[in-house]
């Protein structure tokens, strides 16, 4: 069992920062090294969207296309993963998930199978 936990969300001014923060953790020993770790993002009544993913501690990187110069994701330990949002627009707003998954391949975009609990992110005019 992994368990994903969130935290970092609130509500920004268009053009401010936030960091978004995802620890990972097992009942048993897991090296989360060899795991992709992800995020995405939802709007009501849209699908979920694919945000940014990173492969081991330092392996490839990808981002949608909207968030490209603006969103970072860092791999902060083993089992931590960061989203750091700069200059952030009204249409960033949405409920961020993480997400994690055995890194078989390097297929960044997915599938992934394990989420957290999402965590909401609102930018104001």
């Known amino acids: 069992q992994v368990q994903l936990v969130e935290s970092g969300g609130g509500l920004v001014q268009a053009g401010g920062s936030l960091r978004l923060s995802c620890t990972a953790s097992?009942?048993?020993?897991?090296?989360?090294?060899?795991?992709?770790m992800a995020w995405f993002r939802q709007v009501p009544g849209k699908e979920r969207e694919f945000v940014a993913a990173?492969?081991?501690?330092?392996?490839?990187t990808d981002y949608t296309d909207s968030v490209k110069g603006r969103f970072t994701i860092i791999r902060a330990s083993g089992n931590t993963v960061l989203l750091q949002m700069n200059n952030l627009q009204p249409e960033d707003t949405a409920a961020y998930y993480c997400?994690?998954?055995?890194?078989?391949?390097?297929?960044?975009?997915?599938?992934?199978?394990?989420w957290g609990q999402g965590t909401q992110v609102t930018v104001s005019s």
């Open positions: 097992a009942r048993t020993f897991t090296s989360f090294n060899s795991y992709k």
């Open positions: 990173i492969i081991w501690s330092d392996g490839p």
């Open positions: 997400a994690a998954t055995f890194a078989s391949t390097q297929m960044l975009r997915g599938p992934y199978n394990y």
